[in-house]
């Protein structure tokens, strides 16, 4: 963080990234003394509400966050940054988009936590759009132009007016990541089926039963402690005393709203290679989730996009697997991934940062923060909901090889199978991809034969 005295004095002449969190109401002139450096401009947490409309002088910035300011709606003169790919209005007070305000070549854009009712018909001439935040608005339709935006991956439109969803959104070739729980989506076309494993009642617990000690993880929807039990129910008794609790943030996050967190994390039910949850904190101040605590033995398979990977996991250079637990990690995956859609949950999130293993390979998957409740979707759109995921999977598949896949010369025929698999997750025809539980399949199959091969040398 960085202060206006000193911009002003001249103190940060060349600098690349400029934070400055003031209670700034007036955009500091001094900034465009940057104008030949600057990329990165955050000037979130103030309280500005306009640009000036030669902002454009800063003609390298890359990525601007205005979180949390008092915008009622965009300034037009971004749209002139010929550099400007990445921007941030989340927690302002938009209340629509106007035509003409975004760059040409933007790739990622948040604007979570307004009140937007409604989006431009020009949505659909930004074909560079991967990422795009739009949880926790007043939207009740997509432009018909947006089918356009066919390299959009990740999309939040949780916690939104929509009743109904447009088939071409679930058709959009790259698209990996949705969530859309937290709409009043209409029955009409809905499928009847009940998912195989009914929804069991959850124990409920008061937080004052519960001891907090240190913050061993944190998401867009929450902060994960490790606890203890001060009183543990009668029906976990005989259970460990030592717990994880997520406590849920505000009242909508970049994912949607808690309330449907929680409740696609019980109606997802349990599998061995899901995070188990065994109680849930339903308070009026406080939503959270109380889970068995992972061993210390796993860590994460991956750690979370960067601002330049945008969609794709980063990974700690020089944390290699065999083949043979990619494998395992892989199958184990596509058998919870199964599970999940068997009952009605898209988890929304299917990363590597999601996912914990351990030196065996053992995987435990969790974070429903980006999961939707498939039950409310029309059968056309539920079907295509398990295709979207299967192309996370494809994406998890290809960085897995790339970055932690360490490989013997005489092994790299079964690297060429598992790259085909991935190749048919990622087909942009929907209609064309494999099922998890044919996913599944394959990879017991190849992890059978490399067992085999491995015996006979």
């Keep these: 963080m960085q202060t206006l005295a000193q911009l002003t004095s001249g103190e940060l002449e060349g600098t690349k990234r400029l934070t400055l969190a003031e209670s700034l109401s007036v955009f500091p002139e001094a900034i465009f003394s940057l104008a030949n450096t600057l990329e990165v401009l955050d000037l979130s947490d103030n309280l500005l509400t306009e640009l000036p409309s030669d902002f454009a002088r800063l003609q390298h910035l890359k990525l601007l966050f205005l979180t949390n300011n008092q915008f009622e709606q965009i300034p037009a003169a971004i749209a002139a940054c010929p550099c400007l790919e990445m921007i941030s209005f989340k927690s302002n007070k938009l209340k629509a988009v106007a035509q003409g305000t975004l760059p040409q070549q933007t790739r990622w854009l948040i604007l979570t936590d307004n ?269 295509a909901m398990e295709s979207v995921e299967i192309r996370a999977f494809g994406c998890l598949i290809e960085d897995l090889v790339e970055n932690r896949l360490v490989l013997e010369d005489e092994l790299y025929h079964f690297a060429t199978e598992l790259s085909l698999l991935s190749q048919d997750c990622l087909q942009t025809d929907l209609s064309f991809r494999p099922r998890f539980s044919d996913i599944f399949a394959s990879l017991n199959t190849l992890k059978n034969k490399l067992t085999a091969a491995v015996i006979s040398h």
């Design 115 to 383: 009140q937007i009712e409604s989006l431009p018909d020009d949505m659909g001439s930004l074909h560079r759009l991967q990422k795009l935040a739009l949880a926790g608005n007043k939207l009740s339709a997509l432009p018909t132009s947006m089918a356009n935006c066919r390299n959009l991956e990740l999309a939040r439109l949780s916690a939104n007016n929509f009743s109904q969803l447009p088939n071409w959104l679930f058709q959009l070739p790259k698209l990996a990541w949705l969530a859309l729980d937290g709409n009043p989506l209409s029955k009409e076309g809905v499928s009847t089926a009940i998912s195989s494993q009914p929804v069991q009642p959850m124990q409920t617990v008061a937080l004052t039963d519960i001891e907090l000690g240190q913050v061993i993880g944190q998401g867009a929807s929450g902060v994960i402690y490790s606890a203890k039990w001060l009183k543990q129910p009668e029906s976990l008794h005989g259970s460990d005393l030592n717990i994880a609790v997520k406590l849920f943030k505000g009242e909508v996050t970049s994912d949607g709203y808690p309330s449907d967190e929680l409740a696609c994390c019980l109606q997802a039910g349990s599998h061995h290679n899901l995070i188990k949850v065994v109680a849930q904190i339903n308070q009026v101040d406080k939503l959270g989730l109380v889970m068995e605590l992972i061993p210390s033995t796993f860590a994460n398979l991956g750690l979370p996009p960067s601002l330049n990977t945008c969609t794709r996991d980063t990974f700690v250079k020089g944390e290699y697997l065999g083949l043979s637990q990619v494998l395992w990690i892989l199958a184990q995956m596509a058998d919870a991934m199964t599970h999940l859609h068997k009952n009605g949950v898209s988890h929304g999130d299917v990363y590597a940062h999601n996912t914990m293993i351990n030196h065996q390979g053992t995987m435990l998957f969790g974070d429903f923060g980006a999961s939707s409740n498939l039950n409310k979707l029309p059968e056309i759109q539920k079907e």
